[in-house]
């Protein structure tokens, strides 16, 4: 298995709700990685984690909270989101957090929409 | 800080033509170069990975190349066809005290390819 898969596909939720975003991964990767990424721009990294441990927040506000329950699974739980963080969620994997030297496999990503 | 830079950002051809898809990069310390296709509103297939001390890079029509010290890699797609259009992303790391598992995108080449 070389996937790495993120449900749901697609989420519409209003300012309000609670909802999570869903990662998978059956490659013993031990780094998984959350990236966000708007209309016609690049992804931009948003959390780290190696050996299931947060190892990078990259200054994301707190109605974004990564969780990884095991080496297999990342969360991103999310309240109260603002209209502006409607985007493309990407997860993505890497064998070991070998510094600079990631090779990453990315999912397919989480279509999200906050109304 | 890393800085990439895709050029063009964006092309359109008649089906056949062969293609050329260039990325710089400006801190050379690398350990590796991703070339990444996606597809509009989908998540990131790689198809290229060059380690920094090879030259190039070959999967069925696609060859990519890396001159590592000038800080460029190049795409090339030979006999494009329609199902090669897509967004054509290049990615890095960086040696030198990078965030663990961060890459730097440029913003992509969006390719069209007609009947």
């Known amino acids: 298995d070389t996937e790495v898969t993120q449900t749901p596909k697609h989420l519409v939720m209003g300012m309000t709700n609670k909802k999570s975003l869903k990662c998978e991964q059956h490659m013993g990767h031990r780094a998984m990685y959350w990236y966000k990424q708007k209309a016609k721009k690049p992804p931009e990294l948003m959390f780290v984690?190696?050996?299931?441990?947060?190892?990078i927040n990259e200054s994301v506000p707190s109605r974004f909270s990564p969780e990884c329950p095991n080496s297999s699974l990342l969360n991103l739980h999310l309240h109260a989101l603002q209209p502006e963080d409607s985007a493309l969620y990407l997860c993505?994997?890497?064998?070991?957090?070998?510094?600079?030297?990631?090779?990453?496999?990315f999912g397919a990503g989480s279509r999200l929409t906050v109304l | 800080k890393q800085e990439v830079t895709q050029i063009p950002a964006a092309l359109s051809v008649p089906e056949g033509e062969n293609l050329v898809l260039n990325c710089s990069f400006t801190d050379s310390a690398i350990y590796n170069l991703q070339w990444f296709r996606q597809d509009p509103g989908k998540g990131l297939t790689s198809l290229l990975l060059?380690?920094?001390?090879?030259r190039e890079q070959t999967s069925g029509r696609l060859n990519a190349s890396l001159d590592k010290s000038s800080g460029r890699s190049t795409l090339y797609i030979a006999a494009s066809q329609p199902g090669d259009s897509a967004t054509y992303l290049c990615a890095v790391p960086s040696g030198r005290g990078s965030t663990l598992g961060r890459l730097y995108f440029g913003r992509g080449t969006q390719l069209t390819v007609w009947p």
């Open positions: 993505a994997s890497s064998p070991a957090p070998v510094f600079g030297a990631n090779v990453l496999t």
């Open positions: 060059i380690q920094s001390s090879q």
């Open positions: 984690y190696s050996y299931e441990k947060l190892s």
